[in-house]
């Protein structure tokens, strides 16, 4: 039963539901609990720093069980989504109501939506990869799939990188560095995709394309259904997505360096290169996305069969409580800064 656990991601969508259900400021019930009530119970709960190992790794490795609870979030972000568009089309909703619901379908598209693509798109089946595609769709960041893929997990810890924030800068800074930077990467990379394998730019193996016609259609087909209502909301809610990404992003690596060789090239990227929270509430809740560390230093290992290292730099808190504190970057500063190796603040 203790497998389950990570159905605790669950409860997201759910506080959603409570959002939709009751209305009112309740409408804000979502952020409420995504940065507050779990924050609190990140302190309340213990840190756990074991690993599996023998036969219990080799069992939870091949469980299907795993796989089943990430498939579930697909049928409840577009079911949650759909009804969500409808009811508000067809029901009368004060402003702050909306503001609301915005930012508790965000959160949703963020947690249960692009947190899972995360993982599903680092999976060897094709059928996976196409998941994870779908799950990026309704925050228009389908080209986080190339950028992360063939970008970010080439270049973590560098400057080249756009997911990775420099030393001081502020989250607000980095929501538009990072998320121009990574777009304009995606093209690059896929016309070096397609170069690597003699095809031409203006073809349909051009994803990014694909991509875009298939973002345009979905917005399309939400004004078609919901009219201008429902093509803002989606809009809003999508950009909230994506920011949330943004955030996670910019407490993954902040201030964190790899060297440069006397080759010229760069060290390969280790657990050091991260930073790891085994803070409990925040482990489940996000599918152990806070043991960053040994996601990056061997990326194929499935979501429930990650370390943790002695040599990873450690947060205070979890990462819901870490990106509350990003948004005061003065607090930030003060608490992150003296974290970060000297060694690789004097290469920033």
Known sequence: MKDLKYLAALTIPISAAISIYFKGYWSFFTPFYAFVIIPILEVLFP??????????????????????ML???????????????????????????????????????????????????HRQQTFERYLAKLLLLPSFYMHFYIEHNFGHHAHAATKEDPA????????????????????????????????????????????????????????????????????????ASGIIGFLLLETVNYIEH??????????????????????NSNHVIGR??????????DHHYKSSKKYQTLDYHDISPQMPFGYPTSMVLSFIPPLWFGI?????????RLTT
Request: proline residues 2%.
């Open 47 to 68: 840190h756990d720093t074991s690993n599996l190992e023998g036969e219990e790794l080799k069992l939870k490795a091949k469980s299907k069980l795993f796989d089943w």
């Open 71 to 121: 498939y579930l979030n697909i049928p409840i972000v577009f079911g949650f989504l759909a009804f969500t568009l409808w009811d508000i089309t067809n029901h009368a909703y004060a402003i702050y109501e909306l503001v609301g619901l915005v930012f508790s379908v965000g959160i949703v598209l963020g947690v249960n939506g692009i947190n899972v693509a995360h993982e599903l798109g």
């Open 164 to 235: 990775t924030a420099e030393f001081n800068q502020s989250v607000y800074s980095f929501w538009f560095t990072s998320t121009i930077r990574q777009y304009v990467n995606s093209w690059k990379i896929q016309g070096k995709l397609l170069s690597t394998e003699n095809k031409r730019f203006f073809s349909f193996n051009n994803d990014m394309f694909f991509y875009t016609l298939i973002q345009l259609s979905y917005l399309i087909l939400v004004f078609l259904f919901f009219g201008t209502t429902g093509i803002l909301f989606a809009l």
């Open 254 to 275: 902040y201030g964190l360096r790899r060297f440069k060789l006397p080759s010229g090239r760069y060290e390969r990227v280790r657990e050091c290169h991260s930073w």
């Open 284 to 293: 489940i809740v996000l599918y152990e996305l806070t043991r960053h560390s």
């Open 336 to 344: 992150m800064n003296k974290r970060i190796p000297r060694e690789m």
